[in-house]
């Protein structure tokens, strides 16, 4: 057995449907690199000074694909 996932996510910015990352699984760094482009981004929908992982989330969709 594999034992890498044949799933990834991609995880897009919701303001300009950029590609952020594609990743197993979100951890702090991929997190940082979402907060980072978000602020960046969103003007209009200026993130929290310290945002909860759900306000992050709540901007950015995550599309399940499959490994090539
Ligand atoms: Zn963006």
């Known amino acids: 057995m594999p034992d890498t996932p ?3 996510f ?5 303001g300009c449907g950029q ?8 951890r702090d760094p991929e ?9 960046a981004c969103c003007q209009s ?3 929290p000074d310290a945002p909860l992982l759900a306000e ?3 901007r950015v969709p995550v599309t399940a694909v499959d490994r090539a």
């Open 10 to 14: 991609e995880v897009a910015c919701k």
């Open 19 to 26: 590609v952020l990352v594609t990743v197993e699984h979100l």
């Open 56 to 58: 992050i989330m709540a």
């Open 45 to 47: 929908e200026p993130l």
């Open 31 to 39: 997190i940082a690199v979402l907060e980072d482009h978000l602020r």
């Open 6 to 8: 044949n799933r990834l």
